[in-house]
């Protein structure tokens, strides 16, 4: 039985349907000593992306680092999955230049190294920073390690951030293309209101 067969709820970063061609390359501690890697696909053993490629982080690459990403089912799940309304209010509020801000921050605070929660610091609904995190790889710093190669044990370098920033902020001016750069006024969603959309 495939995993795909698991709930929607059930998705989960080592989660695969190979036969569709979404697969997860994160190795096992045990492969690769001391640092967790990309590689084949763990469960069919699809070689599809070029890591050297995507670990030199060069956006004008950044193409190519999309399109692999895309490979893996639980980034291809937040490529495609449609924003919340929460998320959508979110932005319209932010608008691109107060995105880039919150993105950046969200870098700064919730990938710290030593987090005691790693790999489960970033919700999935209710802001598009949080969607772009998990289709970008830039979710927790295990899979900023084996997407980017950055160790997971150091501080974040100032251009470490700044890439990382430019890559969520990417994939947001893609899902929300006629996003204005100055925020404007959305009125909050009462929680009735929000129920009754969904």
Partial sequence: ???????????????????????C??????????HIVGGRCRDCGADLVDWPRITRRE???VEY????????MI??????????????NYALRK???????AAEKRIRITLRPGNPFDGRQTGKSGNPVLYAQHACAVCCRKCVEYWHGIERNREL??????????L??????????????????????????AIEEF
């Avoid at 608008?95 to 801000?101: A, E, F, R, S």
Wanted: aromatic fraction near 8%; hydrophobic fraction near 30%.
């Fill in 168 to 193: 969520i902020m990417l994939y947001i001016k893609d899902r929300l293309p006629n996003l204005p750069s100055e925020g404007q006024y959305v009125p909050p969603i009462r929680r009735s209101q």
């Fill in 25 to 34: 390359f994160k190795q096992t501690k045990k492969t690769v000593a001391g």
């Fill in 59 to 61: 956006l004008s690459d």
């Fill in 95 to 101: 608008g691109i230049d107060g995105l880039i801000v």
């Fill in 75 to 88: 980034r291809h799940h937040f490529w495609h999955q449609e924003l919340d309304i929460r998320a959508m």
């Fill in 1 to 23: 039985m495939s995993k795909t067969a698991k709930k929607k709820l059930g998705l989960t970063c080592t989660s695969t349907d190979c036969e569709n061609g979404l697969h």
């Fill in 157 to 166: 370098s100032a251009d470490e951030v700044n890439y990382l920033t430019k």
């Fill in 65 to 72: 680092t999309f399109r692999s990403l895309k490979y893996e």
